[in-house]
Protein backbone atom coordinates (compact mmCIF):
# COMPACT_ATOMS: atom_id res chain seq x y z
CA UNK A 1 0.00 0.00 0.00
CA UNK A 2 1.30 3.79 -0.95
CA UNK A 3 2.20 5.55 1.92
CA UNK A 4 0.94 8.78 2.41
CA UNK A 5 3.44 11.60 2.63
CA UNK A 6 3.02 13.98 5.37
CA UNK A 7 2.48 17.29 3.84
CA UNK A 8 5.01 20.33 4.43
CA UNK A 9 4.80 23.92 5.33
CA UNK A 10 4.95 26.08 1.86
CA UNK A 11 8.48 27.79 1.92
CA UNK A 12 8.58 31.19 3.00
CA UNK A 13 5.67 30.88 5.64
CA UNK A 14 5.18 30.57 8.58
CA UNK A 15 3.12 29.02 11.70
CA UNK A 16 3.05 31.20 14.79
CA UNK A 17 3.19 29.95 17.98
CA UNK A 18 3.93 30.32 21.82
CA UNK A 19 6.28 32.89 22.04
CA UNK A 20 6.92 34.19 18.05
CA UNK A 21 2.80 34.26 18.69
CA UNK A 22 2.60 36.22 21.94
CA UNK A 23 5.72 38.98 20.16
CA UNK A 24 3.71 39.21 16.61
CA UNK A 25 0.05 39.93 19.34
CA UNK A 26 1.83 42.64 21.46
CA UNK A 27 2.82 44.31 18.41
CA UNK A 28 -1.00 44.41 16.48
CA UNK A 29 -1.90 45.36 19.89
CA UNK A 30 0.65 48.29 20.72
CA UNK A 31 -0.32 49.73 17.07
CA UNK A 32 -3.98 49.38 17.49
CA UNK A 33 -4.01 51.28 20.84
CA UNK A 34 -1.46 54.49 19.25
CA UNK A 35 -3.32 54.94 15.68
CA UNK A 36 -6.12 55.44 17.83
CA UNK A 37 -4.51 58.48 20.19
CA UNK A 38 -3.75 59.88 16.65
CA UNK A 39 -6.55 59.54 15.57
CA UNK A 40 -6.39 57.01 12.48
CA UNK A 41 -8.79 54.88 11.37
CA UNK A 42 -9.06 50.97 10.77
CA UNK A 43 -10.14 49.92 7.09
CA UNK A 44 -9.60 46.45 6.02
CA UNK A 45 -9.30 45.84 2.32
CA UNK A 46 -9.05 42.36 -0.15
CA UNK A 47 -6.19 40.67 -0.25
CA UNK A 48 -5.54 39.72 -3.78
CA UNK A 49 -6.68 42.40 -6.69
CA UNK A 50 -6.23 42.68 -10.01
CA UNK A 51 -2.52 42.42 -11.20
CA UNK A 52 -3.04 45.60 -12.47
CA UNK A 53 -3.69 47.92 -10.01
CA UNK A 54 -0.09 46.61 -8.60
CA UNK A 55 1.24 46.61 -11.83
CA UNK A 56 0.12 50.35 -12.72
CA UNK A 57 1.21 51.28 -9.14
CA UNK A 58 4.18 49.89 -8.64
CA UNK A 59 5.55 50.26 -11.91
CA UNK A 60 6.53 47.29 -14.39
CA UNK A 61 10.39 47.91 -13.36
CA UNK A 62 10.05 47.12 -10.10
CA UNK A 63 11.90 44.14 -8.25
CA UNK A 64 8.35 43.39 -6.63
CA UNK A 65 6.20 43.71 -9.47
CA UNK A 66 8.65 41.82 -12.52
CA UNK A 67 9.88 38.99 -9.88
CA UNK A 68 7.81 38.81 -6.76
CA UNK A 69 4.65 38.88 -7.12
CA UNK A 70 2.16 35.88 -6.52
CA UNK A 71 0.02 36.03 -9.58
CA UNK A 72 -2.86 33.77 -10.97
CA UNK A 73 -5.28 33.34 -13.08
CA UNK A 74 -8.54 32.77 -11.37
CA UNK A 75 -11.33 30.12 -12.69
CA UNK A 76 -13.46 32.75 -14.60
CA UNK A 77 -9.87 33.66 -16.46
CA UNK A 78 -9.53 37.00 -14.41
CA UNK A 79 -5.46 37.91 -13.77
CA UNK A 80 -5.17 38.15 -9.82
CA UNK A 81 -2.36 38.90 -7.45
CA UNK A 82 -1.79 38.19 -3.74
CA UNK A 83 -1.41 41.92 -2.18
CA UNK A 84 2.51 42.32 -1.90
CA UNK A 85 1.80 45.96 -0.03
CA UNK A 86 -1.01 47.69 1.15
CA UNK A 87 -0.83 51.19 -0.81
CA UNK A 88 -1.61 50.29 -4.03
CA UNK A 89 -4.88 48.04 -2.78
CA UNK A 90 -5.71 51.33 -0.18
CA UNK A 91 -5.34 53.85 -3.53
CA UNK A 92 -8.00 51.56 -5.57
CA UNK A 93 -10.41 51.31 -2.49
CA UNK A 94 -9.87 55.30 -2.52
CA UNK A 95 -10.86 55.69 -5.86
CA UNK A 96 -13.48 52.80 -6.23
CA UNK A 97 -15.71 53.74 -3.03
CA UNK A 98 -15.76 57.38 -3.57
CA UNK A 99 -13.46 57.40 -0.02
CA UNK A 100 -12.41 61.48 -1.59
CA UNK A 101 -15.28 62.71 -0.01
CA UNK A 102 -13.60 62.09 3.79
CA UNK A 103 -10.19 63.34 2.89
CA UNK A 104 -7.74 64.42 4.30
CA UNK A 105 -8.33 60.37 5.29
CA UNK A 106 -6.23 59.03 8.03
CA UNK A 107 -5.94 55.06 7.65
CA UNK A 108 -4.54 52.28 8.92
CA UNK A 109 -4.41 49.19 8.25
CA UNK A 110 -2.38 45.43 8.72
CA UNK A 111 -2.49 41.52 7.51
CA UNK A 112 -0.62 39.22 5.49
CA UNK A 113 0.86 40.36 2.24
CA UNK A 114 2.64 37.90 -0.48
CA UNK A 115 6.24 38.14 -2.13
CA UNK A 116 8.19 35.62 -3.80
CA UNK A 117 11.60 36.11 -2.64
CA UNK A 118 14.26 33.67 -0.84
CA UNK A 119 13.61 33.34 2.17
CA UNK A 120 16.07 33.94 5.59
CA UNK A 121 15.75 35.24 8.94
CA UNK A 122 13.36 38.08 8.59
CA UNK A 123 12.33 37.63 4.88
CA UNK A 124 9.31 35.68 4.33
CA UNK A 125 7.52 34.83 1.44
CA UNK A 126 4.06 35.76 3.17
CA UNK A 127 5.07 37.75 6.11
CA UNK A 128 2.62 40.75 7.93
CA UNK A 129 2.43 44.42 7.40
CA UNK A 130 1.12 47.22 9.83
CA UNK A 131 0.54 50.21 7.65
CA UNK A 132 -0.56 53.48 7.94
CA UNK A 133 -1.59 56.42 5.35
CA UNK A 134 -2.84 59.78 5.05
CA UNK A 135 -4.41 60.88 1.56
CA UNK A 136 -5.54 63.62 0.58
CA UNK A 137 -3.15 66.08 2.35
CA UNK A 138 -0.38 67.98 0.34
CA UNK A 139 0.70 69.68 3.67
CA UNK A 140 4.17 68.46 5.40
CA UNK A 141 1.89 68.20 8.80
CA UNK A 142 0.87 64.78 7.59
CA UNK A 143 4.00 63.70 6.72
CA UNK A 144 5.12 64.93 10.34
CA UNK A 145 2.26 63.12 12.25
CA UNK A 146 3.14 59.81 10.31
CA UNK A 147 6.36 60.36 11.39
CA UNK A 148 5.69 61.00 14.98
CA UNK A 149 2.73 58.02 15.09
CA UNK A 150 5.85 55.69 13.88
CA UNK A 151 8.44 57.15 16.74
CA UNK A 152 5.67 56.53 19.01
CA UNK A 153 5.27 53.07 18.45
CA UNK A 154 8.57 52.03 18.73
CA UNK A 155 8.99 54.03 22.01
CA UNK A 156 5.82 52.03 23.22
CA UNK A 157 7.28 48.75 21.87
CA UNK A 158 10.29 49.15 23.79
CA UNK A 159 12.70 49.40 20.85
CA UNK A 160 13.03 52.61 19.74
CA UNK A 161 16.86 52.05 20.85
CA UNK A 162 19.30 51.85 18.44
CA UNK A 163 16.31 52.35 15.66
CA UNK A 164 17.18 55.46 13.99
CA UNK A 165 15.30 57.53 11.63
CA UNK A 166 16.90 58.18 8.24
CA UNK A 167 15.09 61.02 6.40
CA UNK A 168 15.56 62.05 2.32
CA UNK A 169 13.69 64.15 0.31
CA UNK A 170 12.96 63.31 -3.28
CA UNK A 171 11.74 66.76 -4.38
CA UNK A 172 8.82 67.28 -6.70
CA UNK A 173 8.36 66.59 -10.23
CA UNK A 174 11.25 69.29 -12.03
CA UNK A 175 13.59 68.72 -8.90
CA UNK A 176 13.75 64.97 -9.80
CA UNK A 177 13.72 65.37 -13.39
CA UNK A 178 16.76 67.85 -12.94
CA UNK A 179 18.64 65.32 -9.76
CA UNK A 180 17.55 61.98 -12.17
CA UNK A 181 19.75 63.65 -15.31
CA UNK A 182 22.49 64.58 -13.27
CA UNK A 183 22.60 61.00 -11.80
CA UNK A 184 22.73 59.48 -15.55
CA UNK A 185 25.25 61.44 -16.44
CA UNK A 186 27.93 60.31 -13.36
CA UNK A 187 26.75 56.91 -13.71
CA UNK A 188 26.99 56.73 -17.36
CA UNK A 189 30.87 58.62 -16.97
CA UNK A 190 31.21 55.00 -14.64
CA UNK A 191 29.17 53.17 -16.53
CA UNK A 192 32.31 50.44 -17.13
CA UNK A 193 32.50 49.97 -13.38
CA UNK A 194 28.87 49.17 -12.08
CA UNK A 195 27.39 45.71 -11.62
CA UNK A 196 25.08 43.48 -14.18
CA UNK A 197 22.18 44.83 -12.09
CA UNK A 198 23.19 48.84 -11.82
CA UNK A 199 23.25 48.56 -15.72
CA UNK A 200 19.94 47.35 -16.00
CA UNK A 201 18.59 50.24 -13.30
CA UNK A 202 20.81 52.58 -15.21
CA UNK A 203 18.02 51.98 -18.40
CA UNK A 204 14.97 51.64 -16.25
CA UNK A 205 15.26 53.48 -13.29
CA UNK A 206 18.57 54.81 -12.07
CA UNK A 207 17.85 56.13 -8.46
CA UNK A 208 18.00 53.01 -7.57
CA UNK A 209 21.90 52.41 -7.73
CA UNK A 210 22.23 54.35 -5.18
CA UNK A 211 21.09 52.49 -2.51
CA UNK A 212 22.82 49.28 -4.25
CA UNK A 213 24.17 46.94 -1.68
CA UNK A 214 26.20 45.86 -4.54
CA UNK A 215 30.28 46.20 -3.36
CA UNK A 216 31.17 47.69 -6.89
CA UNK A 217 28.75 49.99 -7.21
CA UNK A 218 29.08 52.09 -3.41
CA UNK A 219 32.02 53.89 -4.75
CA UNK A 220 30.02 55.40 -7.68
CA UNK A 221 27.07 55.42 -5.75
CA UNK A 222 28.74 57.37 -3.25
CA UNK A 223 30.22 59.92 -5.30
CA UNK A 224 27.06 60.66 -7.19
CA UNK A 225 25.48 64.23 -6.73
CA UNK A 226 22.78 64.75 -3.65
CA UNK A 227 19.66 65.92 -4.18
CA UNK A 228 20.36 69.40 -2.16
CA UNK A 229 21.27 71.21 -5.62
CA UNK A 230 18.52 71.08 -7.31
CA UNK A 231 15.91 71.10 -5.15
CA UNK A 232 13.19 74.08 -6.22
CA UNK A 233 12.71 76.47 -3.39
CA UNK A 234 9.31 75.20 -2.58
CA UNK A 235 10.90 71.40 -2.37
CA UNK A 236 13.17 72.97 0.03
CA UNK A 237 10.26 74.73 1.92
CA UNK A 238 8.91 71.51 2.31
CA UNK A 239 11.14 69.14 3.78
CA UNK A 240 12.64 72.13 5.91
CA UNK A 241 9.04 72.36 7.49
CA UNK A 242 8.90 68.44 7.59
CA UNK A 243 12.38 68.50 9.44
CA UNK A 244 10.99 71.20 11.74
CA UNK A 245 8.14 69.40 12.53
CA UNK A 246 10.27 66.47 13.87
CA UNK A 247 12.10 68.90 15.60
CA UNK A 248 9.09 70.34 17.50
CA UNK A 249 8.00 66.81 18.06
CA UNK A 250 11.09 65.85 19.86
CA UNK A 251 11.52 63.13 17.48
CA UNK A 252 15.51 62.13 16.26
CA UNK A 253 15.90 62.09 12.52
CA UNK A 254 19.59 61.52 10.61
CA UNK A 255 19.82 63.38 7.15
CA UNK A 256 20.26 60.14 4.22
CA UNK A 257 21.18 61.64 0.88
CA UNK A 258 21.63 57.50 -0.75
CA UNK A 259 18.06 56.94 0.21
CA UNK A 260 15.59 56.54 -2.62
CA UNK A 261 12.42 55.24 -3.30
CA UNK A 262 12.35 53.62 -7.21
CA UNK A 263 8.84 54.16 -7.68
CA UNK A 264 8.36 56.76 -9.83
CA UNK A 265 5.50 58.93 -7.77
CA UNK A 266 7.04 59.11 -5.02
CA UNK A 267 7.52 62.71 -4.16
CA UNK A 268 9.16 64.70 -1.31
CA UNK A 269 9.59 62.93 1.62
CA UNK A 270 11.64 59.25 1.94
CA UNK A 271 12.52 57.50 5.00
CA UNK A 272 13.16 54.62 6.87
CA UNK A 273 13.47 53.56 10.43
CA UNK A 274 16.67 51.46 10.51
CA UNK A 275 18.43 48.99 13.48
CA UNK A 276 21.51 46.99 12.67
CA UNK A 277 20.37 44.13 15.43
CA UNK A 278 18.46 42.48 12.54
CA UNK A 279 21.80 41.83 10.08
CA UNK A 280 20.85 42.59 6.41
CA UNK A 281 17.29 42.96 7.45
CA UNK A 282 17.75 46.21 9.38
CA UNK A 283 14.75 48.10 7.52
CA UNK A 284 11.85 47.86 10.28
CA UNK A 285 9.55 50.29 8.70
CA UNK A 286 9.50 52.27 5.23
CA UNK A 287 7.73 55.23 3.75
CA UNK A 288 7.35 57.88 1.95
CA UNK A 289 5.17 60.22 -0.15
CA UNK A 290 3.53 59.12 -2.97
CA UNK A 291 1.35 62.42 -4.94
CA UNK A 292 1.73 60.58 -8.02
CA UNK A 293 0.46 57.41 -7.37
CA UNK A 294 -3.78 57.89 -7.17
CA UNK A 295 -3.07 59.74 -10.58
CA UNK A 296 -0.97 56.98 -11.99
CA UNK A 297 -4.09 54.75 -11.33
CA UNK A 298 -6.42 57.00 -13.58
CA UNK A 299 -7.58 59.36 -10.58
CA UNK A 300 -7.34 62.58 -9.64
CA UNK A 301 -4.19 63.78 -9.23
CA UNK A 302 -4.20 63.28 -4.94
CA UNK A 303 -1.55 63.64 -2.66
CA UNK A 304 -0.74 61.10 -0.23
CA UNK A 305 1.94 59.64 1.87
CA UNK A 306 2.32 56.49 4.30
CA UNK A 307 4.62 54.04 5.27
CA UNK A 308 4.41 49.91 6.70
CA UNK A 309 6.49 48.31 8.95
CA UNK A 310 6.91 45.02 9.30
CA UNK A 311 5.10 42.86 11.90
CA UNK A 312 7.78 40.19 11.75
CA UNK A 313 10.82 42.53 11.95
CA UNK A 314 9.44 44.48 14.81
CA UNK A 315 8.64 41.16 16.64
CA UNK A 316 12.11 39.97 16.67
CA UNK A 317 13.63 43.31 18.51
CA UNK A 318 10.67 42.47 21.35
CA UNK A 319 12.09 41.80 24.98
CA UNK A 320 9.68 38.65 25.22
CA UNK A 321 6.12 40.43 26.38
CA UNK A 322 4.80 38.05 29.67
CA UNK A 323 2.86 34.87 29.38
CA UNK A 324 -1.16 36.30 29.32
CA UNK A 325 -1.47 36.40 32.78
CA UNK A 326 -4.37 33.47 34.04
CA UNK A 327 -6.75 34.15 37.63
CA UNK A 328 -6.75 30.49 37.76
CA UNK A 329 -6.82 26.67 37.52
CA UNK A 330 -9.89 24.81 39.12
CA UNK A 331 -9.00 21.51 40.36
CA UNK A 332 -11.23 18.81 40.99
CA UNK A 333 -10.71 15.43 43.00
CA UNK A 334 -13.12 12.19 41.90
CA UNK A 335 -16.06 12.08 39.41
CA UNK A 336 -18.69 14.47 41.80
CA UNK A 337 -15.93 17.39 41.98
CA UNK A 338 -15.56 17.78 38.44
CA UNK A 339 -19.18 17.45 37.71
CA UNK A 340 -19.80 20.43 40.00
CA UNK A 341 -16.74 21.97 38.64
CA UNK A 342 -17.86 22.24 35.36
CA UNK A 343 -20.99 25.07 36.33
CA UNK A 344 -18.10 26.62 38.57
CA UNK A 345 -15.38 27.11 35.94
CA UNK A 346 -18.55 28.35 33.38
CA UNK A 347 -19.68 30.80 36.20
CA UNK A 348 -16.33 32.14 36.80
CA UNK A 349 -15.87 32.93 33.02
CA UNK A 350 -19.24 34.54 32.57
CA UNK A 351 -18.18 36.75 35.46
CA UNK A 352 -14.88 38.10 33.46
CA UNK A 353 -12.54 35.48 35.33
CA UNK A 354 -9.61 34.13 33.10
CA UNK A 355 -9.84 30.27 34.27
CA UNK A 356 -8.55 27.16 33.02
CA UNK A 357 -9.72 23.41 34.07
CA UNK A 358 -7.03 20.86 35.18
CA UNK A 359 -9.08 17.43 34.37
CA UNK A 360 -6.14 15.20 33.15
CA UNK A 361 -3.85 12.89 35.61
CA UNK A 362 -3.56 12.69 39.78
CA UNK A 363 -4.01 15.53 42.15
CA UNK A 364 0.06 16.64 41.43
CA UNK A 365 -0.60 16.37 38.08
CA UNK A 366 -2.86 18.92 38.30
CA UNK A 367 -1.78 21.26 40.60
CA UNK A 368 1.47 21.08 38.56
CA UNK A 369 -0.64 22.27 35.37
CA UNK A 370 -1.65 25.42 37.83
CA UNK A 371 1.68 26.40 38.86
CA UNK A 372 2.85 25.92 34.78
CA UNK A 373 0.01 28.63 33.50
CA UNK A 374 1.51 31.11 36.23
CA UNK A 375 -2.13 31.15 37.66
CA UNK A 376 -2.73 33.08 40.67
CA UNK A 377 -4.85 30.70 42.26
CA UNK A 378 -5.95 26.75 42.08
CA UNK A 379 -9.11 26.50 43.06
CA UNK A 380 -9.54 22.86 44.91
CA UNK A 381 -12.68 20.74 45.14
CA UNK A 382 -12.93 17.83 46.68
CA UNK A 383 -15.98 15.61 48.69
CA UNK A 384 -14.81 17.20 51.55
CA UNK A 385 -15.65 20.87 49.88
CA UNK A 386 -18.65 19.26 47.55
CA UNK A 387 -20.44 18.67 51.10
CA UNK A 388 -19.92 21.86 52.35
CA UNK A 389 -20.71 23.62 49.97
CA UNK A 390 -16.94 25.55 49.85
CA UNK A 391 -14.08 25.33 47.42
CA UNK A 392 -10.46 25.84 48.70
CA UNK A 393 -8.45 28.49 47.17
CA UNK A 394 -4.97 28.60 47.75
CA UNK A 395 -3.04 31.55 46.60
CA UNK A 396 0.45 30.33 44.35
CA UNK A 397 3.08 30.96 45.73
CA UNK A 398 2.45 32.11 48.54
CA UNK A 399 1.10 28.66 49.30
CA UNK A 400 -1.68 29.98 52.05
CA UNK A 401 -4.85 28.71 51.46
CA UNK A 402 -8.56 29.53 52.74
CA UNK A 403 -12.12 27.99 52.39
CA UNK A 404 -14.71 30.34 50.11
CA UNK A 405 -18.28 29.52 49.42
CA UNK A 406 -19.31 28.90 45.48
CA UNK A 407 -21.36 32.02 45.39
CA UNK A 408 -18.75 34.61 46.71
CA UNK A 409 -15.76 32.73 44.14
CA UNK A 410 -15.82 35.44 41.50
CA UNK A 411 -15.24 38.06 43.94
CA UNK A 412 -12.66 36.67 45.77
CA UNK A 413 -10.32 36.16 42.62
CA UNK A 414 -11.02 39.75 41.38
P1 LIG B 1 13.82 45.08 1.83
O1 LIG B 1 14.82 46.09 1.36
O2 LIG B 1 14.14 44.48 3.18
O3 LIG B 1 13.47 44.05 0.79
P2 LIG B 1 11.54 46.58 0.97
O4 LIG B 1 12.08 47.90 0.54
O5 LIG B 1 11.20 45.57 -0.06
O6 LIG B 1 12.49 45.92 2.09
P3 LIG B 1 9.01 47.69 1.74
O7 LIG B 1 8.37 47.33 0.46
O8 LIG B 1 9.33 49.10 2.02
O9 LIG B 1 10.33 46.80 1.94
O10 LIG B 1 8.15 47.06 2.95
C1 LIG B 1 8.07 47.66 4.24
C2 LIG B 1 8.59 46.75 5.32
O11 LIG B 1 8.11 45.43 5.20
C3 LIG B 1 10.10 46.58 5.33
O12 LIG B 1 10.72 47.65 5.95
C4 LIG B 1 10.26 45.30 6.14
O13 LIG B 1 10.18 45.56 7.53
C5 LIG B 1 9.07 44.50 5.72
N1 LIG B 1 9.40 43.49 4.70
C6 LIG B 1 9.61 43.68 3.38
N2 LIG B 1 9.81 42.52 2.74
C7 LIG B 1 9.73 41.54 3.70
C8 LIG B 1 9.81 40.10 3.67
N3 LIG B 1 10.00 39.43 2.55
N4 LIG B 1 9.69 39.43 4.85
C9 LIG B 1 9.47 40.10 6.01
N5 LIG B 1 9.36 41.44 6.10
C10 LIG B 1 9.48 42.16 4.95
MG1 LIG C 1 12.22 43.94 -0.89
Redesign the pocket.
Known amino acids: MARIETPRRVRGTQDIFGDEQRRFAHVLATFERVRALYCFQRIDIPVFESTAVFARSLGETT ?2 VSKEMYSFEDRGGDSLTLRP ?1 FTAGIARAYLTEGWQQFAPLKITTSGPVF ?1 Y ?1 RPQK ?4 Q ?1 H ?1 IDAEVIGAAEPAADVELLVLADQLLRELGIAEGVTLQLNTLGDVATREAWRAALVAHFEAHRGDLSEDSLTRLEKNPMRILDSKDPKDRPIADSAPDIDAYLTPEARAFFDAVTAGLDAAGVAWERNARLVRGLDYYRHTAF ?1 FVTDRLGS ?1 G ?5 GRYDGLIGSLGGPETAGVGW ?3 V ?2 LAMLLDEPAAAAIDAVVVPMGAAAEARATGIVADLRRAGVAVEMAYKGKMKARMAKADALGARFAIILGDDELAKGVAAVKTLGAGTQVEVAFADLAEALR
Open positions: DVEREGRFRFQEQTVLAGAAGER
